[in-house]
């Protein structure tokens, strides 16, 4: 059974960077088909990248040309590349595979504040 386990959240200020990393076990894995989705208190998950290939990518207009979708196979892990953060970005940060029906890992709080 696929296993997600983020990390990398912390409290930046605006226009600060951060990289966000998934690790996965426990299945056979492919960074192909991994999504980011964010959350913040009282809204429904937000989708802010997919990889569907190395060349194929899709950002969430809130996050496009900021935030970064890469991975490492042989890591068996993805990242998000989160660059100019904005208080608006300050979320809960999930990796996700398979969509919302599918499996999540455990979240990691991005706190972008002066």
């Known amino acids: 059974q696929l296993q997600l386990v983020e990390s990398g959240g912390g409290l930046v200020q605006p226009g600060e960077s951060l990289r966000l990393s998934c690790v996965a076990s426990?299945?056979?894995?492919?960074?192909?088909?991994m999504s980011w989705y964010r959350q913040t208190p009282g809204n429904q998950r937000e989708l802010v990248a997919t990889m569907y290939s190395d060349r194929f990518t899709n950002y969430g207009d809130a996050v496009k040309g900021r935030f970064v979708i890469s991975g490492d196979n042989a890591k068996n892990t993805i990242y998000l590349q989160m660059n100019d953060l904005k208080p608006e970005d300050t979320a809960v940060y999930y990796c996700?595979?398979?969509?919302?029906?599918?499996?999540w890992g455990q979240g990691t709080q991005v706190t972008v504040s002066a």
């Open positions: 996700n595979r398979g969509g919302p029906a599918g499996t």
């Open positions: 426990g299945s056979t894995f492919s960074m192909y088909g």
